[in-house]
């Protein structure tokens, strides 16, 4: 089954950038997928921040749209995050997360359908 890692997590100061990174292994299928980075902070619920399909087309959650871009390889086997001004209340664990059976990233913006899960990546941003 797909298999999913996060890296590129640090401890920076506020107004800094870090990219963060997922590669996807253990998925073979030439069908559409979703690719998506997610965050969770201490005492707060999960929130999408952004997912790209296989179009190409992504979507973002407002609070970071502007400031964050989710990118991808060719091959959609590493997919980044590059994350620039950020704030203290960016700072989270940040997780990646897949469905490597369809265009779904409405749904996992919505949080109606979940996928694959990395282990989470943390980033703490401070003032």
């Known amino acids: 089954q797909p298999r999913l890692a996060e890296s590129g997590g640090d401890s920076v100061q506020s107004g800094g950038s870090l990219r963060l990174t997922c590669v996807v292994s253990g998925y073979f299928s030439m069908g559409k997928t979703s690719l998506g980075w997610f965050r969770q902070a201490p005492g707060k619920k999960r929130e999408a921040i952004g997912c790209v399909d296989s179009t190409g087309r992504a979507r973002y959650l407002d609070a970071v749209q502007g400031r964050f871009t989710i990118s991808q390889d060719n091959n959609k086997k590493t997919l980044y995050l590059q994350m620039d001004s950020l704030r203290p209340e960016d700072t989270a664990m940040y997780y990646c997360?897949?469905?490597?059976?369809?265009?779904?990233?409405?749904?996992?913006?919505?949080?109606?359908?979940?996928?694959?899960w990395g282990q989470g990546t943390q980033v703490t941003v401070s003032s």
């Open positions: 997360a897949g469905i490597f059976s369809g265009d779904y990233c409405d749904e996992m913006m919505a949080g109606t359908r979940s996928g694959y």
